[in-house]
């Protein structure tokens, strides 16, 4: 598998991935053409040195995705946390252990960027997901909260 820094011709494939789940279906607006709002994002994840949209490529398609971002805080004293976000397997591979090598990946990269915690959310309707990212060593450590706003 190779992990590289998408690029914008990924995104088709990225929102693809994004959108086929049970949340993503709700969230997303996977059609041809993709809306422009999604290119504009890349633009600006793709200018920001603390973030990192990455593809997984095998045998020269693209199957899985992940955003990382850094995070400087100065607490921690001064510390970097990275995030991740959006982690997706193409449904035909998933529960073949590519989801283990992604966050293998990940930490060793959160690692590498000098970072002193990598974290996440899950959603709550996703009991599977939290006994795999307990499996790989994350705590349910802290109670998260959001306030979404109306687009």
């Known amino acids: 598998m190779i992990f590289r820094k998408a ?22 607006d996977y059609r041809k053409p993709l809306p422009e709002k999604y290119y504009n994002a890349f633009e600006n994840i793709n200018a920001d040195p603390n973030q990192e949209l990455i593809v997984i490529e095998k045998a020269g ?27 997706r397997i193409r449904e035909d591979l998933r529960a073949g252990g590519i989801g283990q090598q992604m966050f293998e990946w990940a930490i060793a990269r959160a690692k590498e960027r000098g970072a002193h915690i990598l974290q996440l959310t899950t959603d709550k309707s996703r009991p599977e997901a939290l006994h795999f990212y307990e499996k790989l060593g994350f705590k349910a450590s802290h109670e998260g909260m959001k306030l979404h706003f109306e687009a």
């Open 7 to 28: 690029t914008k011709e990924d995104v088709p494939f990225i929102i693809q991935m994004l959108a086929n789940d049970k949340l993503g279906k709700l969230r997303e």
């Open 61 to 87: 398609e693209v199957i899985g995705t992940l955003q990382l971002s850094f995070i400087q805080y100065l607490t921690y004293q001064g510390g970097i946390r990275a995030q991740i976000e959006a982690v």
